[in-house]
């Protein structure tokens, strides 16, 4: 399992991903920096959060 902290990308949120793979956790991510953040997800954001990814 993997999970994605918010917190981690310098951001004060307590949101953490789970998901199987590194692809459904960025998917994860994308609606939450949407939902939440009312952003996009960019390609340095999303380098950013693979970099935080945990194994579990
Ligand atoms: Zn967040």
């Not at 902290?5 to 310098?10: E, Q, Y």
């Not at 951001?11 to 998901?19: K, N, P």
């Not at 380098?47 to 579990?56: F, G, N, T, W």
Request: charged content about 35%; aromatic content about 2%.
């Amino acid at each position: 399992m993997k999970t994605l902290a918010c917190k981690d990308t310098g951001s004060q949120c307590d949101w953490v991903g789970r998901a199987e793979t590194e692809q459904d956790l960025l998917k994860q991510a994308t609606q939450h920096v949407k939902q939440v953040h009312k952003m996009d997800m960019t390609p340095e954001m999303e380098q950013k959060a693979r970099k935080v990814i945990r194994d579990e």
